[in-house]
């Protein structure tokens, strides 16, 4: 079944062919109908649309004995030209996202939220180890009209409102990276912080692997808003990176939270492969960058491998507050053709506290951080290195052992090396070993609390 196709528009004058056998021809603008060809109705007809607003939507459509044929354009005054409508009406099925199909259009241009374009025929696209979608345009049938410009969409990926008190609901991985493309409309939505609840355990055990032999995806939108893990747990991470750092959150922005989680048997393998910015390797489970909050965040049974990077538990480069975290995990320092032996910090907490960064009340209650060839130089139970600026209060801990380390490695329970502000509070200063040598209250200056000090610590 045929339906109206424009052949010329020029001058702001659309002029189309009408379907064989139509009895009735209307035009409609933004829904409000405003010619009609009842009378002296002919095959070629034309409209006059130079002087509608930006962004009009209007409609030829065409009457049939057989039903209602039409075709919808936007007219985009800013460059004069007619353009599809963008795809809506989604559906989300399990990974896979659906639309209503588009009069006029021969295909569908898929963009992800990085605005990567995927060509497809079928209203639907899969999205299976790959980014979300961010919108669908459709590619018209006629040289005469235009796909439109991609912006963000409005797709249903999660349930919930986003509000406070009507939070987007988190219960799958497939959730879990919905909020990349929530966060990416942060600015649209004039600033306003979502909310966001883990409404059940996740286990990625039964994810199939995904981009790089991993079962789950890395947040790499800036996170505004608030992550509630409502003391639920995500199970069974498998990543393995090859080129660049990892943390399941890029960027804790200021004002965003993520709060009252448990991470529980995850395995992560990081490696650096560009010799001359081996930091940029550093991993971390829940952030490389928190300038926001991280609280009651639990890591059980979890094992971080920098090959030539950092490994910490919880964040990599912190200038917001980290209060009322706990680790249970493994770092090991590996060794990469590309790097040598060369290795940077290890810490259960934080690899590195910046100016007005806050580590308050912590605690590594079992971390192991293990060398290769001697390559740990610089291991600590809750910071590695406190900059000038930052503070590291009331932390403590259970048992921190370090393996394999180099000669001039800095190590302590808490700090390995600081320069701005520790206080103990009282915390539990437990076990620590380096290299089956139990370390005492002041040995070198490398005690349980700090290493080496350049700046104010007190127990």
């Given amino acids: 079944m045929g339906t109206p196709k424009i052949i010329s528009f020029n001058n702001g004058v659309i002029e189309w062919a009408a379907a064989d056998g139509a009895r009735r021809v209307a035009i409609s603008v933004d829904g409000e109908e405003i010619a009609d060809g009842k009378d002296g109705f002919c095959r070629a007809k034309i409209f006059d649309a130079s002087g509608l607003p930006h962004g009009a939507v209007i409609e030829i459509a065409e009457e049939h004995d057989d039903g209602r044929r039409s075709l919808t354009v936007v007219y985009n005054a800013e460059k004069r030209v007619l353009e599809l409508p963008r795809a809506t009406e989604f559906a989300v099925d399990g990974e896979t996202l659906k639309w209503e199909t588009a009069d006029g259009a021969r295909a569908y241009k898929v963009y992800d939220l990085d605005f990567n374009a995927t060509t497809v025929t079928a209203a639907e696209y899969e999205m299976t180890g790959k980014n979300l979608v961010a919108c669908v345009c459709p590619v018209p049938e006629s040289d005469v009209v235009c796909a439109p410009e991609p912006t963000i969409s409005d797709i249903p990926y999660l349930s919930g409102g986003g509000a406070a008190d009507d939070p987007y609901i988190i219960k799958t991985p ?38 790089n032999e991993s079962n789950v995806f890395a947040l790499k939108k800036p996170f505004f808003g608030v992550f509630d893990g409502n003391n639920k747990k995500l199970c069974d991470f498998r990543v393995e990176h090859d080129g660049g750092h990892w943390a399941l959150f890029e960027y804790i922005a200021r004002g965003g939270a993520v709060k009252n989680l448990t991470i529980e048997n995850a395995d992560i393998i990081c490696i650096a492969r560009d010799a001359m910015h081996p930091i940029n390797s550093s991993v971390a489970i829940v952030a490389y960058f928190n300038d926001g909050e991280i609280s009651a965040v639990k890591l059980r049974s979890v094992r971080l491998t920098a090959v030539g990077g950092g490994a910490a538990g919880i964040v990599v480069h912190n200038y917001g507050r980290v209060v009322g975290c706990s680790v249970v995990c493994e770092l090991v320092q590996g060794n990469t053709s590309a790097l040598g032996s060369a290795s940077y910090e290890a810490a259960g907490i934080a690899l590195e506290n910046r100016d007005g960064g806050l580590i308050d009340n912590n605690r590594a209650v079992s971390l192991t951080v293990r060398g290769t060839g001697g390559n740990v130089r610089s291991a600590a139970g809750v910071v590695s290195v406190n900059r000038e600026g930052g503070k590291v209060l009331c ?65």
């Fill in 395 to 459: 932390n403590g801990f259970d048992t921190v052992i370090t393996i394999n380390t180099a000669q001039d490695t800095e190590y302590g329970g808490v700090v390995a090396y600081n320069a701005g502000i520790v206080r103990n509070c009282g915390a539990t200063l437990g076990t620590l070993v380096v290299d089956g040598v139990q370390i005492g209250e002041d040995d070198n200056l490398r005690g349980r609390l700090v290493g080496k000090n350049d700046g104010e610590a007190s127990r």
């Fill in 174 to 211: 497939f959730d879990l990276r919905a909020i990349d493309y929530y966060e990416s409309l942060f600015a649209a939505r004039g600033g306003k912080p979502n909310h966001y609840v883990l409404s059940e355990d996740i286990d990625y055990g039964t994810v199939n692997a995904l981009d």
